[in-house]
């Protein structure tokens, strides 16, 4: 049955004949009625068509049975929806008004629901189309291979090819023509307008709360999706892309932006941020529902920029806005807040500006608080620091007051920085950007205020000598980590080093201090927070301490040896003090002139010998040193009877008083009871400066509870003339009574001295910076002007921020000293290092 | 488009060994190749499956009919290798409902070569010749060509590469004979002139040999 076979040699078949079967085959398979046909036989067809060298024919016929069949049948049933409001949504602007939402929800639904069905069905008849004509593709790939020179034997793979699309494709792309493309009537609107409009206005109806048929939309997308501006099918010119989405993303950021204004009038900031977040979600499931995902990062970039970038200055400035959120403790909300920036850039830069601002506005106000307390005239209550005697000169409660101000700061200061590491733990995640700027702010707050150096040495100093007394350990470490802490936000540490020498010195020679082992401790933290050269003097200063304690043992035992066993013997127990160590001028109330004659003291012939005694001494154990006595620093105990002290009766009572004291009322021992000196004849005989012996007399003779003196005539300034005499009348029930001296006490400083130590701390801040220039110079010979700035800068930057108008003069004082000298021939300033 | 489920011994790895004619007409290959080889290779076991399928009608789901002749065929077997079976069986038409695939104009000898090959990546060409007349004798060269041409018709490009070889072997070693030269004709009749490699063969040999095959023709 050999001539059953059909190949070249067989007559030629008719191809109109042959086609018209496959026409009307075709038009069975879109009427659905694909079951009845034999697959066979029509692929047989179609084969003997390519065979005959039709194939191109073939197609054309292909595509323009479809051309038309679209454009007719198709078409006509798709127009047939667009009713009356769907005509008004996509004739124009004032379309949404013009009819109910569930009309234009039904006609919607029922356009969508058309087109979905007309695609679904279009793709599967292509299908079955494109599997009758399978040897024409096949033919057709081969002859685009052969054209295009690709081993087809070797890779069967279907080409796409650049000047005819494969039939499937073609037919895509008549949908997209003849349906999309075509108006919905005459000067109407494309149909793939109408579409967009119309899955807009049911995304709208979705936002607004409506239900609607996510599949509906999604099947309509995915067509979209599936179909190309060209016919080449290039990724980025599908229809979704071209159509859709620009609208899609326009219309959301017209309608967030508006939605984000009204929210911004009608709510408070925790449901704004609520309402943001849940928006945001909500546009992402949309995306997964009814869109397309590829959409997501989009719309939510579109969400984001409507609802939190351009929104979130105006969020935070709300009446219950971050402010509110942290005068209020809302962490939530300012939680809510965070979450909401960090959405839309990692450094929150807004979030961070507005705490930034809170913090330095509450850090203000403290250091406003400060100032004002410091300065004010005593108040009349809450400054109430217990044991204030009446008669204290007004200076002495303005300086205590001035103690009280600084505790409160440094306080305060404290707290606001506890505050804010709440917030910045529970509401913003321990956040590294907001860490980083709450101790900006903290530092500038603290570096804003120019008592904060005194104040931190003034806190540690109060709690040294009463803070702590009765805390446990625990408490205590918590204390000295406060002072740490403020510590560490501290610029200008030199000043503090200053200030702290100072106190701290009070603390060890006045012995005020609590424990000696708590204030080991905080040097020692101070070392490990500021270096081993900060407290370097710190240390020598304890040093000394112990150093004196031996070196008054051992001339105990010195004199022991000697056998001197005098009773009489007046004890000797001193502090020697490296001069450089030991900031003394803080005892030192007046100025230069008053040294000298201090050191001409006249002491009675018992303590004089004793002070050339160890003056000898000294000199044996170490040859070459120079001892300075300082005289206004030292106290004596005495015991001293008075005869009606006791309700008439003699009492001996152990006194102590400062070293002027003891030789002031040494003088009146060798004195008859009666006979009374005058002030210039006191001052004759001990030559103590005029200063301190009015202060000194002041307490001797003016206090009432060490009135040792009547001075005459009786009143509370001592005037030159005026005459002291011994106090018979004398009496006190208390054994041991110490006498205070009338100071400037351990406290604030006065204007006076701040500016003395502001001068003195200028000028080692200069010796600072000349030092650290020529060590960077010397090292690199040359350098231009603005990079010695920096480099001097980082160096110093951890003692203290320096001027830069400082270092500038500094430089020009090198060059007149010729450490250094300019490059004439630089482009830039430099500098040449000059050996 | 063509899954290739071959398991020719070259691509086989190293230690397995497969051959077909190994196993006894009558035994069940798939008990034997695992009697045989304690490791039997997977491609082994479907390969040997397959053959197993091809020799009996068990778990058949589709029916080929050709010039009166029928074969109960499993749809696994040929829809996997083949676009055109699939769409055929799945594409809802009619042989879809029916399972029945009528190939109304071909020679059902070489269908019945097409189907053997889809089992065992090899046909018989000698077969087609087996219960024939003179008058409708075919070279071997010929069954080759015609092979050739079904499979090009189906697009089975692994049945048209196995009979390009069958046509290699045939031209090469009987080129003289006038089977061969029956073959050729039958390639110029039936097959397209796209990338046809049996025509670039004839053409090969007839270089070749070309004084021969004048003297050939002058006979």
């Known amino acids: 049955m050999a001539n059953q076979r059909q190949g070249l040699n067989v007559p030629d078949i008719d191809f109109e004949t042959t086609w018209g079967v496959l026409e009307k085959a075709f038009l069975e398979i879109h009427t659905k009625n694909a079951s009845a046909l034999s697959f066979e036989e029509l692929y047989r067809n179609a084969y003997k068509i390519v065979l005959k060298k039709k194939g191109e024919e073939l197609y054309n016929k292909v595509a323009e049975f479809e051309a038309r069949w679209l454009s007719s049948e198709v078409r006509m049933k798709i127009v047939a929806t667009i009713t009356p409001p769907l005509q008004l949504l996509t004739e124009g602007s004032g379309g949404r008004a013009l009819s109910s939402t569930a009309e234009r929800r039904t006609a919607g639904e029922n356009f969508l629901r058309t087109l979905k069905e007309s695609w679904e069905d279009h793709g599967v008849c292509m299908g079955m189309l494109t599997d009758v004509?399978?040897?024409?593709?096949?033919?057709?790939?081969?002859?685009?291979?052969?054209?295009?020179?690709?081993?087809?034997?070797?890779?069967?793979?279907?080409?796409?090819?650049?000047?005819?699309?494969?039939?499937?494709a073609k037919a895509m792309g008549l949908f997209r023509d003849q349906i999309l493309g075509s108006l919905d009537r005459p000067n109407g609107t494309q149909l793939a307008e109408s579409l967009t409009k119309v899955i807009l206005d049911q995304i709208q109806m979705d936002r607004d709360g409506e239900k609607i048929d996510q599949h509906l939309i999604k099947a309509n997308v995915y067509m979209l999706e599936g179909l190309y501006h060209s016919d080449q099918e290039v990724e980025e010119e599908k229809l979704y892309l071209q159509l859709f989405e620009p609208h899609f993303l326009s219309?959301?950021?017209?309608?967030?932006?508006?939605?984000?204004?009204?929210?911004?009038?009608?709510?408070?900031?925790?449901?704004?941020?609520?309402?943001?977040?849940?928006?945001?979600?909500?546009?992402?499931?949309?995306?997964?529902?009814?869109?397309?995902?590829?959409?997501?990062?989009?719309?939510?970039?579109?969400?984001?920029?409507?609802?939190?970038?351009?929104?979130?200055?105006?969020?935070?400035?709300?009446?219950?806005?971050?402010?509110?959120?942290?005068?209020?403790?809302?962490?939530?909300?300012?939680?809510?807040?965070?979450?909401?920036?960090?959405?839309?850039?990692?450094?929150?830069?807004?979030?961070?500006?507005?705490?930034?601002?809170?913090?330095?506005?509450?850090?203000?106000?403290?250091?406003?608080?400060?100032?004002?307390?410091?300065?004010?005239?005593?108040?009349?209550?809450?400054?109430?620091?217990?044991?204030?005697?009446?008669?204290?000169?007004?200076?002495?409660?303005?300086?205590?007051?001035?103690?009280?101000?600084?505790?409160?700061?440094?306080?305060?200061?404290?707290?606001?920085?506890?505050?804010?590491?709440?917030?910045?733990?529970?509401?913003?995640?321990?956040?590294?950007?907001?860490?980083?700027?709450?101790?900006?702010?903290?530092?500038?707050?603290?570096?804003?205020?120019?008592r904060s150096s005194e104040y931190i040495s003034l806190f540690i100093d109060e709690n040294m000598k009463k803070g702590i007394r009765d805390k446990s350990e625990a408490e205590i470490d918590a204390t000295l980590e406060q002072a740490i802490v403020t510590l560490r936000y501290l610029q200008d540490k030199d000043i503090f080093e200053t200030y702290y020498k100072k106190h701290l010195c009070k603390r060890l020679l006045l012995k005020k201090s609590q424990s000696i082992d708590v204030e080991k401790q905080m040097i020692s933290r101070m070392k490990i927070e500021l270096g081993n050269s900060f407290t370097l003097k710190l240390e020598a200063m304890f040093k000394d301490m112990t150093l004196s304690e031996e070196l008054t043992g051992g001339y105990?035992?010195?004199?022991?040896?000697?056998?001197?066993?005098?009773?009489?013997?007046?004890?000797?127990?001193?502090?020697?003090?490296?001069?450089?160590?030991?900031?003394?001028?803080?005892?030192?109330?007046?100025?230069?002139?008053?040294?000298?004659?201090?050191?001409?003291?006249?002491f009675p012939g018992s303590i004089e010998r004793i002070k050339t005694g160890f003056e000898r001494f000294y000199a044996e154990r170490y040859s070459g040193r120079k001892l300075t006595w300082q005289t206004n620093m030292g106290d004596a105990d005495m015991k001293a009877t008075f005869p009606r002290s006791r309700n008439g009766k003699p009492m001996t009572h152990d006194i102590n008083c400062s070293t002027y004291g003891m030789l002031i009322l040494l003088l009146f021992n060798d004195l008859p009871t009666t006979q009374s000196l005058t002030l210039e004849e006191i001052q004759a005989k001990t030559n103590i400066p005029l200063n301190d012996l009015k202060?000194?007399?002041?307490?001797?003779?003016?206090?009432?509870?060490?009135?040792?003196?009547?001075?005459?005539?009786?009143?509370?300034?001592?005037?030159?003339?005026?005459?002291?005499?011994?106090?018979?009348?004398?009496?006190?029930?208390?054994?041991?009574?110490?006498?205070?001296?009338?100071?400037?006490?351990?406290?604030?400083?006065?204007?006076?001295?701040?500016?003395?130590?502001?001068?003195k701390n200028n000028d080692s801040r200069g010796f600072a910076i000349e030092a650290a220039v020529v060590r960077i110079?010397?090292?690199?010979?040359?350098?231009?002007?603005?990079?010695?700035?920096?480099?001097?800068?980082?160096?110093?930057?951890?003692?203290?921020?320096?001027?830069?108008?400082?270092?500038?003069?500094?430089?020009?004082?090198?060059?007149?000293?010729?450490?250094?000298?300019?490059?004439?021939?630089?482009?830039?300033?430099?500098?040449?290092?000059l050996a | 488009m063509e899954v290739e489920m071959s398991a020719s011994s070259d691509s086989l790895p190293a230690g397995y060994e497969y051959k077909t004619e190994r196993f006894p007409k009558n035994a069940d290959p798939l008990r034997e190749g695992i009697k045989k080889?304690?490791?039997?290779?997977?491609?082994?076991?479907?390969?040997?499956?397959?053959?197993?399928?091809?020799?009996?009608?068990?778990?058949?789901?589709?029916?080929?009919?050709?010039?009166?002749?029928?074969?109960?065929?499993?749809?696994?077997?040929?829809?996997?290798?083949?676009?055109?079976?699939?769409?055929?069986?799945?594409?809802?038409?009619?042989?879809?409902?029916?399972?029945?695939?009528?190939?109304?104009e071909d020679d059902p000898k070489i269908v019945g070569l097409m189907l053997s090959w889809f089992y065992n990546r090899y046909y018989p060409a000698d077969s087609a010749q087996s219960d024939t007349t003179p008058d409708d004798y075919l070279s071997e060269a010929q069954v080759h060509a015609r092979v050739f041409a079904l499979g090009e018709k189906h697009l089975l490009y692994g049945l048209m590469d196995k009979a390009v070889d069958g046509f290699r072997v045939e031209i090469n070693e009987w080129w003289i004979t006038i089977g061969v030269a029956k073959g050729i004709v039958e390639v110029y009749n039936m097959t397209s002139e796209a990338s046809n490699n049996l025509r670039e063969l004839a053409v090969k040999m007839v270089c070749t040999h070309r004084r021969d095959v004048m003297n050939l023709d002058s006979e």
């Not at chain 1, 003090?577 to 109330?589: D, H, I, N, Q, V």
């Not at chain 1, 010695?788 to 800068?793: H, Q």
């Open chain 1, 556 to 602: 105990r035992s010195h004199i022991a040896r000697l056998g001197q066993a005098d009773t009489k013997r007046v004890d000797l127990s001193i502090n020697v003090l490296t001069s450089m160590t030991w900031p003394l001028e803080a005892f030192r109330g007046a100025g230069e002139d008053e040294r000298e004659s201090r050191n001409n003291l006249l």
């Open chain 2, 37 to 104: 080889y304690d490791r039997v290779h997977p491609c082994c076991m479907i390969q040997a499956n397959s053959v197993r399928l091809w020799r009996s009608n068990d778990l058949s789901d589709l029916t080929v009919r050709c010039g009166g002749r029928e074969w109960s065929v499993h749809r696994f077997v040929l829809c996997t290798q083949s676009k055109y079976f699939e769409r055929a069986v799945e594409g809802g038409f009619k042989e879809s409902t029916e399972k029945l695939i009528e190939l109304q």
């Open chain 1, 133 to 168: 004509l399978m040897y024409m593709v096949s033919t057709q790939a081969q002859q685009h291979a052969a054209n295009d020179g690709t081993d087809l034997e070797k890779d069967r793979v279907y080409c796409t090819d650049h000047r005819q699309p494969s039939i499937f």
């Open chain 1, 777 to 833: 110079m010397k090292q690199r010979k040359e350098l231009s002007h603005a990079q010695l700035l920096t480099e001097t800068l980082t160096v110093l930057s951890g003692q203290f921020r320096p001027d830069v108008n400082m270092i500038k003069k500094r430089i020009e004082s090198l060059i007149e000293r010729e450490y250094l000298e300019r490059l004439e021939e630089a482009a830039v300033p430099s500098y040449r290092y």
């Open chain 1, 251 to 450: 219309t959301s950021a017209a309608f967030y932006r508006e939605e984000g204004e009204r929210l911004l009038k009608e709510s408070d900031a925790g449901t704004y941020c609520k309402e943001a977040k849940r928006r945001i979600d909500e546009e992402s499931d949309r995306c997964r529902s009814t869109i397309s995902e590829s959409t997501t990062p989009k719309i939510q970039k579109v969400v984001e920029d409507e609802l939190i970038r351009h929104k979130m200055k105006g969020l935070i400035e709300m009446d219950s806005g971050v402010q509110y959120m942290i005068d209020n403790d809302k962490f939530h909300e300012l939680g809510l807040v965070f979450e909401l920036e960090s959405r839309v850039d990692a450094r929150k830069p807004e979030l961070t500006k507005a705490i930034v601002s809170i913090v330095q506005d509450m850090g203000a106000a403290i250091n406003k608080a400060a100032e004002t307390t410091s300065v004010a005239p005593p108040a009349p209550a809450g400054q109430d620091d217990a044991g204030e005697d009446k008669p204290k000169a007004g200076s002495t409660r303005q300086i205590n007051q001035q103690t009280a101000a600084a505790l409160k700061w440094v306080e305060d200061v404290l707290a606001l920085k506890e505050r804010f590491d709440v917030f910045w733990k529970t509401s913003f995640n321990s956040d590294q950007t907001i860490s980083t700027a709450l101790t900006r702010s903290i530092s500038e707050v603290i570096n804003a205020f120019n």
């Open chain 1, 695 to 759: 202060r000194n007399l002041q307490s001797l003779a003016v206090a009432p509870k060490t009135r040792f003196l009547v001075k005459e005539p009786m009143s509370r300034e001592i005037n030159p003339g005026d005459r002291f005499r011994y106090n018979e009348d004398f009496s006190s029930k208390i054994i041991k009574i110490k006498v205070g001296v009338v100071s400037a006490g351990n406290k604030v400083e006065g204007e006076k001295e701040r500016k003395e130590t502001e001068k």
